[in-house]
């Protein structure tokens, strides 16, 4: 059934910038489509010196919006659900062609994009606080949450609208105002197109607002005073300078950043089974996620035939534009030094003596499936973060060599064990330092209702989910009240 509302819309948002209302930007932002290249749509770029003029409305509108009931928040929050749901075959498409995804990357990331609203118009059924004990029987003693007031949103390219809504969900459901900047190769679907869900679905002028730009843009953002934290969703490198600016500017931060998450089979796995989670966490969505199987450890035993089926397998992925081809399972790589970066790891870690089974090819913005075999620490593949369409295959000797291995990086976001006996899977994934662990199963997994983070460089220890939110974006305020006035001796 149609509101007659439409979110999908460049007529509305080309050349502008969003803060409550449109305004048309003295310069602009073009967005690229990543498997053709060309411009898919432009939006306007924010500006520096305007920061601060936004945050003061933003903080004046989210007096407001705290005050109001949390029942018409939820509403609200329901209600933009539904709106995109309303809309779901145009923002599919849309989401396809400016993050390069294919069709099911799309869906699964606008069904998670609703399920972080619906679970934060959820949020108001938990109880608000605590009532503490207090010396003096007579007084009222009250720990309660409060929002935070002002938070700054920043998210990267590869799912654009559900890293933002995991943060501006919750932010705006709990009463916070919202600032929000989407990586500019995604301004659209990261952004725009979220502004537009926000001004339909009645959420107050000035309670939401998108900055368009890159690290400058960023910078000023963390910087604004009004600002009390910053979610950051993106490598660990720029975590870090988010990290070191925040705290600079006395602010909460909660960092979501890289991963190397390791995939361990056993010697006693279903092999068939294995092969094909590994070759989805490694492959899915051209390896660009951050929970992807970045290292797949596997019991000496079983690791040539482990090959043989992982090879077959990426052999068999149809590669080019999922938005105009049929059944391609790997689409294009967000941009073309990305894709030079995922060549250069993949060859160099050919010349460090790892050996290539399949794949270690490009042509135009797309990168084959590839399988590296006999990767060890000597091997750049090893260490770094691909962020591309790369399984490196590392030995282990044992069940012991095989945890080692999986612990032997600075990061800590995801990481799965495959074995025939549940018993040993707990074992080993009790040992794996990783904010996330699947047993049968492959890294990359995601639920609204879960505590989405990391350990280690993975990030700060700050966790996404409708299980922590409250945590995130609330404060703890004491309140007492007594009948009567105190009397003191003075
Ligand atoms: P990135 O760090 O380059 O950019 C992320 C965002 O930060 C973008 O919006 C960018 O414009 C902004 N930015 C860049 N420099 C900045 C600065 N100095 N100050 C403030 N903002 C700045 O990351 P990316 O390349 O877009 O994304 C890939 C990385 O993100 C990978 O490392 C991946 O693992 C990580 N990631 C992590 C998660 C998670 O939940 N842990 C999810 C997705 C991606």
């Not at 799309?106 to 059924?125: K, P, Q, R, W």
């Not at 030079?340 to 993949?346: H, K, N, S």
């Not at 049968?440 to 989910?465: C, E, K, V």
Request: with cysteine; glycine share 12%; hydrophobic share 45%.
């Amino acid at each position: 059934m149609s509101t007659g509302i439409r979110l999908v819309t460049p007529e509305v948002w080309s050349g502008q910038v969003f803060d409550g209302r449109w305004r048309k930007a003295a310069s602009t932002i073009s967005v690229l489509e990543p498997a053709t290249g060309e411009v898919l749509g432009i939006v306007g770029a924010s500006e520096v010196t305007a920061l601060d003029a936004i945050a003061e409305r933003a903080l004046a509108a989210q007096r407001g919006w705290a005050a109001t009931p949390a029942e018409e928040r939820a509403a609200i929050m329901r209600h933009a659900a539904d709106l995109l749901d309303r809309e779901r075959g145009e923002i599919i498409n849309l989401i396809m062609r400016e993050t390069g995804g294919v069709r099911g990357k799309a869906e699964t990331e606008l069904n998670g994009t609703i399920g972080e609203l619906i679970h934060s118009a959820a949020l108001l059924i938990a109880p608000e606080g605590q009532v503490l004990a207090h010396p003096d029987p007579s007084k009222l003693s009250i720990a309660r949450r409060v929002p935070l007031g002002l938070v700054g949103v920043i998210t990267p390219w590869n799912f654009p609208m559900l890293l933002a809504m995991r943060s501006v969900a919750p932010a705006l459901a709990l009463g916070n105002a919202v600032l929000l900047k989407p990586d500019p190769q995604t301004s659209m679907v990261g952004g725009a197109l979220l502004a537009r869900l926000f001004e339909e679905a009645g959420v107050p002028a000035g309670v939401f607002s998108v900055l368009n730009g890159g690290a400058d843009i960023g910078e000023g953002l963390i910087a604004l005073p009004a600002v009390r934290l910053v979610t950051f969703t993106g490598s660990t490198a720029v975590g870090r300078r988010v990290g070191e600016l925040a705290s600079r500017n006395l602010k909460k931060v909660a960092l979501e950043l890289g991963g190397k998450s390791p995939f361990i089979v056993l010697d006693d796995a279903d092999l068939e089974a294995a092969a094909s989670a590994g070759a989805w966490g490694s492959f899915l969505h051209q390896g660009q996620i951050c929970m992807a199987s970045g290292r797949h450890i596997v019991h000496r035993k079983v690791v040539d035939d482990y090959l043989d089926i992982l090879t077959r397998k990426a052999e068999q992925l149809k590669v080019g534009d999922p938005f105009r081809t049929e059944g391609v399972a790997i689409g294009p790589i967000i941009n073309s030094k990305q894709l030079a970066r995922v060549d250069e790891i993949v060859h160099s870690s050919v010349a460090a003596g790892a050996r290539l089974l399949t794949g270690g090819v490009s042509q135009g913005p797309f990168y084959r499936p590839t399988v590296l075999a006999g990767v060890n620490p000597q091997v750049p593949a090893y260490h770094l973060e691909i962020f591309g369409p790369v399984a490196p295959v590392v030995v282990a000797e044992d069940e012991e060599d095989a945890i080692r291995i999986a612990n032997d990086t600075e990061y800590g976001l995801s990481s799965a064990v495959q074995t025939g006996a549940l018993e040993r899977g707990l074992r080993v994934a009790a040992r794996i330092n990783a904010g996330m662990v699947h047993i049968n199963d492959q890294t990359i997994s995601d639920l609204p209702g879960i505590p989405f983070g990391g350990m280690g460089q993975s990030g700060n220890g700050s966790r996404f989910g409708s299980t922590t939110n409250w945590e995130e974006f609330t404060q703890w305020r004491w309140m007492t009240a007594g009948a009567t006035p105190a009397r003191y001796p003075f």
